[in-house]
């Protein structure tokens, strides 16, 4: 693996269906390119990381709900090669 550096992975927060899965339009993440930069999964990993941890602390969902979109930012990060993120 040695020289090779990823650039890209599918995109996290479509998971590749280049939609949102929130309104009829593209992925506001990739823009419907269906694959993410890693600079791109830096800054939705961080999001997903703030939403998880304010939603919990405002009752938006629960505590296992925080941990399980932790766990999606740092699967996105891991594959993009990124630092995970903690708490
Ligand atoms: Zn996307």
Not at 8 to 15: D, G, Q, R, Y
Not at 29 to 38: E, H, T
Request: glycine content about 10%.
């Amino acid at each position: 693996m040695s020289g090779f550096r990823i650039t890209k992975i599918v995109c996290p927060s479509c998971k590749g269906s280049g939609r949102s899965d929130l309104f009829d339009i593209k992925c506001l993440w990739c823009r419907g390119a269906k694959r993410l930069s890693v600079a791109d999964v830096d800054a939705w990993s961080a999001q997903v990381w703030v939403i998880a941890g304010g939603g919990y602390i405002a009752g938006d969902h629960s505590l296992a709900d925080c941990r399980t979109m932790e766990a999606e930012a740092n699967a996105a990060r891991h594959l993009a090669g990124l630092p995970e993120l903690s708490a």
